[in-house]
């Protein structure tokens, strides 16, 4: 086992890995044989574009060979593309690219773009003479957060899709995260900064788990390791944290419907089947119930896709279930810890949480 090998924040013994890696701006980085965060999948690729001038933007994954996927959905708001055809019923088994985007239901739109990039490119399922490229969609509700007019779209996703790369993803406050905040039990007056954040594990074996997730949640953001609130609600003067758990407890204002959503993927190098794949994506969320307090409310609309490339052959979908947990836990930490402030929207760092 090489010196190299650290322990994994969430507390899967060091002695199962050959490495954990995680980036993130600001924070030192262990680079693995296939880079980090979801990209450390072979076959992954991830390009981020972010428009700075509200700020909001969109986060592309290309999967050009094919690969399985699956969809779990657990948000009462949720904002899809293509969710359908992920159902194991259905006949068409891959996606080529999975878009996650702010903007609301106008993100969607983002989706549009990368099918353009894709099938420029001749790639898709063919149908006679045509390739059809499979492109499912998610979004996030960020038009509170600046000029709502200004919305990603199909311009945006062919941006991110051509910017896509199996490079280490940025993380924090750029693409689908960019204009993401968590933390709304009170309101918007009392919520703080989301982002983007990935992680990955890849076990002695070579089995390789990884995530990336765009946190917009009602709830607070609690690291799984410690207990601690990361970000999320304030307290009344702004300057510290309220602890979602005790004000739940208590009298408040129901949280807006459809103006949140933690939206993600998973992947694996590992060999699934659409079931199992699917199985993977419901597994994910529990790292979201983890590190985000409450999660899967009627306000949120919490979504998790799952990858299969199948490079590594066949693993136990209980243990790539249980990883996608941890690995999403992490991104979600990370999220939040990587984001930059807006005016009356300060970051984790602002207020002295790193």
Do not use: W
């Not at 972010?50 to 904002?79: K, N, Y």
Request: charged share 15%; proline share 5%; glycine share 16%.
């Amino acid at each position: 086992m090489s010196s190299g090998v650290t322990r994994a924040r969430f507390g899967v013994a060091a002695s199962m890995l050959v490495g954990v890696f995680v980036v993130a701006s600001g924070c030192a980085a262990q680079d693995g044989p296939r880079g980090s965060g979801l990209t450390a999948v072979e076959g992954i690729k991830l390009g981020h574009f972010t428009l700075s001038e509200r700020p909001t933007g969109c986060t592309v994954i290309l999967t050009e060979d094919g690969v399985v996927a699956g969809v779990d959905v657990r948000g009462g708001a949720p904002g899809t593309r293509e969710i359908s055809l992920l159902d194991p019923v259905n006949t068409v088994q891959i996606v080529h690219a999975i878009s996650l985007s702010g903007g609301s239901a106008f993100g969607l739109d983002v989706a549009t773009g990368v099918m353009r990039y894709l099938d420029e490119r001749g790639i898709g399922v063919r149908v006679g003479a045509n390739s059809v490229p499979i492109v499912p969609a998610a979004i996030l509700f960020d038009l509170g957060v600046g000029d709502g007019s200004v919305r990603p779209d199909a311009g945006c996703g062919y941006a991110a899709a051509a910017a896509a790369t199996s490079a280490p993803p940025a993380e924090g406050s750029v693409g689908a995260g960019a204009g993401a905040t968590v933390g709304k039990l009170r309101g918007m007056s009392r919520a703080m900064k989301g982002g983007v954040g990935s992680a990955s594990i890849e076990l002695e074996s070579g089995l390789v788990v990884s995530a990336l997730v765009a946190v917009n949640a009602v709830g607070d953001v609690i690291d799984p390791a410690t207990g601690q609130v990361v970000a999320g609600v304030r307290t009344a003067d702004g300057t510290g944290l309220a602890d979602a758990r005790r004000l739940i407890r208590g009298e408040g204002p129901e949280p807006t419907s459809g103006a949140n959503t933690t939206i993600g993927v998973v992947a694996t190098n590992a060999a699934l089947t659409q079931a199992e794949a699917t199985k993977v994506a419901q597994m994910s969320q529990d790292g979201l119930a983890r590190a985000i307090y409450p999660s899967h409310t009627p306000g949120d609309g919490d979504t998790m896709f799952a990858l299969a490339t199948g490079a590594f052959g066949q693993a136990s979908v209980s243990t790539i279930g249980a990883l996608a947990a941890d690995v999403v836990a992490e991104a979600i930490v990370r999220a939040v810890r990587a984001a930059s402030g807006l005016p009356n929207l300060p970051s984790a760092s602002e207020l002295g949480n790193r």
